[in-house]
Each structure stands twice: as structure tokens, then as C-alpha cells.
């Protein structure tokens, strides 16, 4: 939660939106989730939700950033998502943010917006890998 908390972008502003049962759940029931470490200490998470097919989470700390640690966690969690499914995979995001163009250069695309005003994006299989040859 520390990580999620230290973001500058996407900021959660109600922490009581997204609890340690909510983490827990998504992890243990829902799908599987990643982390990145520094000297023992979490410093970026990725979790995937197998059953809405989506990127429910994907934070990487600021103090960290542009490190490269928010690519290779979505390069792990999607290679075993693509590996469970051939179904597209969609998260979204705040429009204008690194995070938005960060998903654009990893090939991901722009399908409107949510409801709340969200960036929703989709990636399909076929899609990821092209991306994933061409990082390879």
C-alpha cells in the first residue's frame, strides 16, 4: 500500500477505495499480481484481474520512476495473462498523465473513455506480440 500511496500521478485521494482485503483478493481469487524490489523493500506492483480481464493495478514508487520497473512488470504480467487466455486485456487511466502515454508506447489502444473520464485502453494478443518480438 505504500507504493500506491506514493504515486504523483493517479493519485488514490479515498484510501479507503482500495484496501489490503481488496489486494488480497484480487491476488488470491481474482488473478496474480508482481512486485518490483530494491534492497528488500517494494518499491512497484503490477496485479492482473483474470476474471474483468483487466491491469487492475500497475504502480510503480516515485522514487523510482523511469527505471524501467513499470515495463517489465506489465511485460510479466502479460505473458501470463496471454498465457491463461486469447482474450483482450483493458485498464484505464487519467488522460494526460506519463502513465497514459506510457501505455501508448507499449503498443496499447485507445478505446474511448469510462465512465469517470478515464483513458480505457485494450490490448489484444496478437498485438502483444508484436510488442514483445520487437522488445526482445
Known amino acids: 500500500m505504500e507504493v ?3 504515486v504523483r500521478e ?3 485521494r479515498n484510501r479507503a477505495l482500495v484496501t489490503e482485503a481488496d489486494c488480497l483478493h484480487y491476488l488470491t481469487e481474482r488473478g496474480r499480481g508482481w512486485v518490483a524490489e530494491e534492497a528488500g523493500r517494494v518499491v512497484g506492483f503490477a496485479i492482473a484481474d483474470a476474471r ?5 493495478a500497475l504502480f510503480v514508487h516515485s522514487d523510482f520512476d523511469r527505471q524501467g520497473l513499470g515495463k517489465t512488470l506489465l511485460h510479466q504480467l502479460l505473458h501470463w495473462y496471454f498465457a491463461q487466455t486469447d482474450h483482450p486485456i483493458w485498464l484505464s487511466t487519467s488522460p494526460g498523465t506519463r502513465a497514459e502515454e506510457f501505455y501508448r508506447r507499449q503498443g496499447w489502444q485507445d478505446t474511448g473513455r469510462t465512465a469517470s473520464g478515464e483513458v480505457r485502453f485494450e490490448l489484444t494478443k496478437e498485438e502483444w506480440s508484436r510488442v514483445d518480438d520487437f522488445d526482445k
Open 4 to 6: 500506491r500511496f506514493a
Open 10 to 12: 493517479n493519485v488514490l
Open 52 to 56: 474483468e480481464h483487466s491491469v487492475w
